[in-house]
């Protein structure tokens, strides 16, 4: 199926999205290459003076300390950059801020005392701990600047004088300050003063951001750090992932360094530093793109703008990877004679690891663009956290074969293969979980992929219903929820569950009913298909989920939806009792909860509570059991045992069961009913009733009156 023609409108905000990442783009390649060229000519400059013994000795502990250093952030800046560019406008951002900080600052304390416990513990690096004691330093002050909001926020001017300012003051003190080995203090503790430097002055400036941005805040710092409750625990789960992201990055980034300083000399680790230094500078492109795209192709994303998302990622790909390979060409040539100019003959034998590393550049450029302007403003992080382990796996293993027989080259080959990895699973998450066509390729291999990755679902799940699925061949059925034509039809094993279900009412109705790709019941299918022609209501909406299903939420996501989930037993991103959310009014345009009123003690007040969080017009998707021979609903508070349950209302856990007047008790709650009826869905998602007798094939669309 072709892709739809871009309305003009949808032009013209693709070309503003564009504008706005191709100016935040040109501030963030100039503070990159202000950051890099100080960068560089530090380390060039202490290569000369200080030599490739004590400039590894360096590199080890720096190497070292920014393990601690990502455990201090905890994967804040991602998270905290993604969260910002997603409030902006709503309300709230002082509040985020001042969690989101109290956060950092507790991991960082955290950090830095794991630090000094491992230098005072560790014979290695108790030796050199004022080294140690320099780079902590730095370590503690950073969490200050809050760069994660300037980047949300898009700042990045102010970032860029920021950098440029403390930057040259720091390399004229290392000018002035280091002139040979016995200065290696110095130049550790100039290189702390660069991160202090910046985050001192980025945490002067926060007042100012939070006022531009709308929020009343005084100008002391109290203003915004001092707000309200600090629910800090709210964003560890999500900041989490993030964290792990960070971890296997930085063990295929640094694990090559640490296990140089373990198995070969100083000297070695030393050249290998130049060559790797060189490598960052060089893939600093697509880390200036995707920076500066992510908080606009966040907002894309949030307001289902999905074909401006995917135009966005695809011009920006296209671009970065044509960069990347011609500067790869280029040095593959001139390696040998750039590093005589940079670092001095002495460097020579860092040649062959800079060329290695050279490899790297296009895959890098690939993973950069799908995971930081494509998987991330998605909310897909945890597929490219899977991509970036297997990296980190495969980093590990040949870093153990081949540094001891090649010293820096094997560990520069070492990381080629991560990257590689890398590139190919973001690549596969992209095409096959978002169904984005951004290479010219796509039309044929992502279809190869896509097939390849169905079948290999389609295995998994064959094994996990395999009691109920029958023998054939070819497509039975379509399920919209994960968008596949499914083999067979699968059955669950409700009727085995005898202490949590009444076999009775399963018996005589077909069992095998559930998609064996996604497991979705048919009322998902209902739902999945009915919001496919109406997708409206959902995307670019406040959408509160209560106890989602995974089915539902796989079809939410592939389709731009972004939504609030909430439940209160089992993971969500809100732990809410729907009977009482605690919620402002209406802060929702919709709510969805299928299954839940059964579950609950009041559903009257349930429902006046639902009422209550949607806006004006907003719309409550909902359903329930209905057996179709109860006149209205079947409820007794007397009965409070298990057993009673299952035998009076079919399972442990149900208070009730409604009956044929459900769309008029729904009305009488104050909303206007539209039901969703399962004959109405085209015949190849059927079936749409079961596997209970009171799986209905209705669920109602209730607009607040």
Known sequence: ???????????????????????????????????????????????RVLQPAALGSVAFAAAVVSY???????????????????????????????????????????????LA???????????????????????????LGCEWLYRGLERYRFLLLRDLAVRALVFALLVLLVHDEGDLLWYAALTMLSTAGCAL???????????EEGEAVDGAWRGWLVRGHKDVRRHLRPSLTFFLMSCATLIYANLDIVMLGIMSPPAEVGYYQVAAKVRVGLIAISGIVWNAALPQATQLWERGERDEFE???????GLVCAIQAAVTVAVLALAEPALVIAAGEEYLPAVPALRVLALCLVPVAVSNILGGQVLIPAGRERWLLASEVGGAVVNL???????????????AASTVAAEVIVAFGTYAATRVGLRLKLFPWDAWAGGVAVGLARRARRAWYVVRYGRGLADGRGAVGYCPCCDTKVPHWASGRYMERLDKCDPGRYERVRQDVLCPVCGALPRHRILAWWLSQRSGLVRGRRVLYFAPEDSMLRWMRRNGVSVTTADLFAKADL??????????????????????????????????????????GGILICSFPIDPTYATVDEDASVTDPAGRVARFGQHD???????????LLAAAGFEVEPIRGEDCPERILPVVGPADYDANVLFVCRKA
């Open 1 to 47: 199926m072709g892709r739809p023609e871009v309305s003009e409108g949808t032009g013209g905000r693709l070309r503003l999205a564009g504008s706005a990442v191709t100016r935040n783009a040109l501030f963030i390649g100039l503070a990159t290459a202000c950051n890099y060229a100080f960068s560089f000519l530090t380390v060039f400059y202490a290569a």
């Open 68 to 114: 601690f250093s990502l455990l201090a952030k905890m994967g804040i800046p991602l998270y905290g950059m993604r969260s910002v560019a997603a409030a902006r406008g709503g309300g709230g951002l002082a509040r985020l801020t001042s969690e989101l900080f109290c956060l950092g600052a507790l991991l960082t304390l955290g950090a830095a005392a794991l």
């Open 117 to 143: 416990l491992c230098v005072v513990v560790v014979p290695g690096l108790g030796a050199s701990w004022q080294l140690y004691v320099a780079l902590g330093v730095g370590l503690v002050v950073d969490c």
């Open 201 to 211: 002055v980025g945490f002067a400036f926060v007042p100012r951001a939070m006022r």
């Open 311 to 317: 135009g966005l990622a695809r011009r920006t790909m």
């Open 397 to 411: 293993v040949l870093n153990l074969a081949l540094i001891p027989t090649l010293g820096g080259v094997g560990a």
């Open 575 to 616: 732990a809410l009792d729907i009977q009482d959310t605690g919620m402002e009014a209406g802060s929702f345009d919709v709510v969805v909860c299928n299954h839940v009123l059964e579950h609950v003690d009041d559903w009257r007040r349930a429902l006046a509570e639902v009422r209550r969080v949607l806006a004006s």
């Open 654 to 664: 149900h208070l009730r069961v409604f009956g044929r007047d459900s769309a008029e």
